[in-house]
T-cell receptor, first 114, second 109 residues
Framework: EAGVTQFPSHSVIEKGQTVTLRCDPI?????LYWYRRVMGKEIKFLLH????????ESGMPNNRFLAERTGGTYSTLKVQPAELEDSGVYFC????????????FGSGTRLTVV | GQNIDQPTEMTATEGAIVQINCTYQ??????LFWYQQHAGEAPTFLSY??LDGLEEKGRFSSFLSRSKGYSYLLLKELQMKDSASYLC??????????WGAGTKLIIKP
């Protein structure tokens, strides 16, 4: 089975620009999660989709971040406008059942804001 | 607050055994995960413990003590390819993963 795919793998943008990250979960996985790791710190939860609905978005840092999952398939995470502190690695993960077994992670998108 | 603590870095010798400890404090508890992450790659699932005791899976074992808020990952017969970061993550009552900063394991010949 194909894994979780994230695109792009790297992105370098200027402060104030917009960037959209994409995540394709494993087919059939209703649960999709976004995480972020900044400046070598621990990975932090951003939000959780169940199908197309936002189950929990308590980790979203501010309103410059917008996540969508239209049709309950792939998800996008848009940062607009990007700030320097948004630099980091953005991971997406999916699971078949919430909280059970393992979460399958994508390889991440390394975002650098300059 | 919620917190996961694990050592920043450990060094071990090829062929030896190493134990990576993790202590956790989460709001509620729905299990403890260990992930392996090589530089620039996705975290890879290693183990999931929700009950007390030792879970063995090949060269890797994971232990959980819920009363102590403690877990460890045991790696036996270390190989050079085991050099990686090992992430401890607790699953809280909202099924959110609370992550430690990771332990960088360096294997020497």
């Amino acid at each position: 089975e194909a894994g979780v795919t994230q695109f792009p793998s790297h992105s370098v943008i200027e402060k104030g620009q917009t960037v959209t990250l994409r995540c394709d979960p494993i087919s059939g996985h209703d649960n999709l999660y976004w995480y972020r790791r900044v400046m070598g710190k621990e990975i932090k939860f951003l939000l959780h989709f169940v199908k197309e609905s936002k189950q929990d978005e308590s980790g979203m840092p501010n309103n410059r971040f917008l996540a969508e999952r239209t049709g309950g398939t792939y998800s996008t995470l848009k940062v607009q406008p990007a700030e320097l502190e948004d630099s980091g690695v953005y991971f997406c993960a999916s699971s078949q059942e919430e909280g059970l077994g393992g979460y399958t992670f994508g390889s991440g998108t390394r975002l650098t804001v300059v | 607050g919620q917190n996961i603590d694990q050592p920043t870095e450990m060094t071990a010798t090829e062929g030896a055994i190493v134990q990576i400890n993790c202590t956790y404090q989460t709001s509620g508890f729905n299990g403890l995960f260990w992930y392996q992450q090589h530089a620039g790659e996705a975290p890879t699932f290693l183990s999931y413990n929700v009950l007390d005791g030792l879970e063995e899976k090949g060269r890797f074992s994971s232990f959980l003590s819920r009363s102590k808020g403690y877990s460890y990952l045991l790696l036996k017969e270390l190989q050079m390819k085991d050099s990686a970061s090992y992430l401890c993550a607790g699953l809280d009552s909202n099924y959110q993963l609370i992550w430690g900063a990771g332990t960088k394991l360096i294997i020497k010949p």
